[in-house]
């Protein structure tokens, strides 16, 4: 998993943090408990806020949690103006014979979007995790071909209905890669080398003109060795796609954060941001969820340094014009990989979405707002 594979350094070290390690945050000190009472005005929900700013804002949506709970499912429809599948469209969940493609359960999340005024949007077609055991008999010889079809296949059953496809997600591993150009170790690299990803972005701009197709990746944030070296790595990425014209329109930023980091740096983030517009190309927010590891128990504290870190970090992106979307992965605390990857050394449940789990907002609800009310409004052509 991204962030325990490449965030697992952090992560240790942040459970740490509130026995006061050096370099990292300790909201436990008075000097660093934001203030804020991160007041809202107005009635608004994120998706109207948003919507008002030229942005859209969603979240990912699993079919277990959308479908067995008619009350979380209306909180999400009335919260959300896109909807991206957590798991439904993996290769794993997917493909599970290379003969059987089961729609089953993503269809039910289209047709949830469909009907509830939603964007819906695609994740991912080609990722070195979440991958059936029978890909790994593919052969060299077959894997284009095999590659190609899924695409094919998976897009254009989606054609016309789709916002966006993570068409690639996680090719680079940053400073944990042995190459030199950072990618990550998957099957698609092992088979194909780094063709694999050119031929993920000709397949969907084949199947599907109309969807935007976007280079989703993690560890974009910080002003750490790891992040920095994987945003050179993924700009050097894009630049090598959009020269040999390879038609990747979006880069996603995941944005998997954690309010005991302190090494943010806004500048560095902002400019990282630039780059990629002047590439030509749009941003996405795809995974935005800040983690409560490491920050001390006090549940009203450790609200307010989620919602500091939702807030600081959103307030740099959305000055960005480039940035069109906000997705936060997921809505509700009841529904967080955070709960299983990277759990609570004290046990406690984790607090990291703009919804409790009894679907009540909390202050990470009023960041996330509050950034949206200040966001510089997009011109209607970007
Ligand atoms: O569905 C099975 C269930 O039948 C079984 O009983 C249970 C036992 O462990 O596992 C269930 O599957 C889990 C699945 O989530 C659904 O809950 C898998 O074990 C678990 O590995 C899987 O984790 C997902 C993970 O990606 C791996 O695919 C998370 O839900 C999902 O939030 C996470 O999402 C990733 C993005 O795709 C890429 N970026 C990072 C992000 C967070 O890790």
């Given at each position: 998993m991204t962030l325990s594979r490449r965030r697992t350094l952090q992560l240790g070290l942040g459970a740490f943090a509130s026995a006061?390690?050096?370099?990292?945050?300790?909201?436990?000190e008075a000097s660093n408990d934001p203030p804020q009472n991160f007041s809202v005005s107005g009635q608004m929900q994120l998706k109207q806020r948003a919507a008002a700013k030229g942005l859209i804002y969603g979240a990912a949506g699993s079919y277990p949690s959308l479908s067995q709970n008619p009350e979380y499912a209306k909180l999400f429809a009335q919260a959300c103006g896109i909807l991206v599948t957590e798991n439904e469209l993996k290769w794993l969940a997917l493909r599970p014979e290379p003969d059987c493609y089961d729609f089953t359960k993503s269809d039910w999340l289209a047709q949830f979007a469909q009907q509830n005024g939603l964007l819906f949007r695609g994740?991912?077609?080609?990722?070195?995790?979440?991958?059936?055991?029978?890909?790994?008999?593919?052969s060299r010889q077959d894997a284009e071909k095999v590659l190609t079809q899924h695409i094919s296949t998976v897009v254009k059953h989606y054609a016309g209905k789709i916002h966006s496809w993570d068409v690639v997600n996680e090719a680079i591993a940053g400073v944990l890669s042995e190459r030199s150009d950072g990618l990550q170790t998957s099957p698609w690299l092992a088979l194909l080398d780094k063709e694999y990803i050119d031929i993920a972005f000709r397949a969907a701009a084949a199947a599907d003109p109309k969807a935007l197709l976007v280079y989703n990746d993690t560890a974009l944030d910080y002003d750490t060795p790891e992040d920095n070296r994987t945003r050179s790595a993924v700009l050097d990425l894009l630049q090598s796609l959009k020269s040999r014209n390879v038609p990747v329109q979006a880069l996603g930023i995941q944005a998997h954060l954690e309010a005991a980091e302190t090494r943010f740096n806004a500048k560095k983030l902002r400019q990282f941001l630039s780059e990629i517009a002047s590439m030509g190309l749009k941003i996405l927010i795809t995974e935005l969820d800040v983690s409560d590891?490491?920050?001390?128990?006090d549940i009203a504290m450790r609200d307010r340094a989620v919602a500091h870190a939702y807030e600081e970090y959103l307030s740099v992106v959305l000055d960005e014009p480039a940035v069109i979307a906000v997705l936060t992965w997921g809505i509700s605390d009841r529904y967080t990989w955070l709960a299983d990857f990277a759990p609570r050394s004290d046990g406690q449940p984790v607090r990291t979405l703009?919804?409790?789990?009894?679907?009540r907002p909390k202050l990470a609800w009023n960041a996330i707002a509050r950034a949206f009310d200040g966001a510089p409004k997009r011109s209607a052509s970007i």
């Open positions: 006061g390690c050096a370099g990292m945050h300790n909201p436990g994740h991912t077609l080609a990722w070195n995790q979440a991958n059936p055991d029978w890909l790994k008999q593919v590891r490491g920050l001390p128990g703009p919804y409790t789990d009894d679907l």
